[in-house]
């Protein structure tokens, strides 16, 4: 679980990148979800490691 928090926190830090310096709106709409699913998804799994 915790490999799948950093591995998670590596696609929000990879998406921040692709919504302030890409220029295709698609991409930077898909970014733009990746940062909410994924971060909805490391405090979840942050609760079940009991953090």
Not at 24 to 48: G, H, R, V, W
């Amino acid at each position: 679980m915790k490999m799948m928090v950093e591995h998670h926190k590596g696609a929000v830090s990879m998406a921040d990148t692709e919504k302030s310096k890409g220029s295709y709106k698609p991409a930077k709409d898909m970014a733009q979800d990746i940062t909410k699913s994924q971060t909805a998804e490391i405090k979840e799994m942050d609760k079940l490691l009991g953090k």
